[in-house]
Nanobody
Framework: QVQLVESGGGLVQAGGSLRLSCAAS????????MAWFRQAPGKDRAFVGG????????VYADSVKGRFSISRDNAKNTVYLQMNSLKPEDTAVYYC????????????????WGQGTQVTVSS
């Protein structure tokens, strides 16, 4: 069982930056593929990006490519989402997710989810 807790959300002006963190419980964090999703009001949950257990592979949605960056620290059981050049359309609840699959899936087929953290970008 893995428990995920996101933090770092908040209100930021357009063009600003935020770094989200997702702390995981358990001693097997390093074996999990991790991902970030987001859900804006009235919209479906959408894939933001993912990172393999070794950090060798990262995948991003086209909408955030070049602006967002995912990293992980397996010693700290934490995955990060660095968000730069934020836009009002990035406003959403951001969720981290974990799965033992070696594939970074863009779908919501992850075994474990956090409770989410709100990111609001003002224009």
């Amino acid at each position: 069982q893995v428990q995920l807790v996101e933090s770092g959300g908040g209100l930021v002006q357009a063009g600003g930056s935020l770094r989200l963190s997702c702390a995981a419980s358990g001693r097997t964090f390093s074996s999990y593929t991790m991902a970030w999703f987001r859900q804006a009001p009235g919209k479906d949950r959408a894939f933001v990006g993912g990172i393999s257990w070794s950090s060798v592979n990262t995948v991003y949605a086209d909408s955030v490519k070049g602006r967002f960056s995912i990293s992980r620290d397996n010693a700290k059981n934490t995955v990060y989402l660095q968000m730069n050049s934020l836009k009002p359309e990035d406003t959403a609840v951001y969720y981290c997710a974990a799965d033992r699959s070696y594939v970074i899936s863009r779908t919501g087929l992850y075994s474990y989810w956090g409770q989410g953290t709100q990111v609001t970008v003002s224009s």
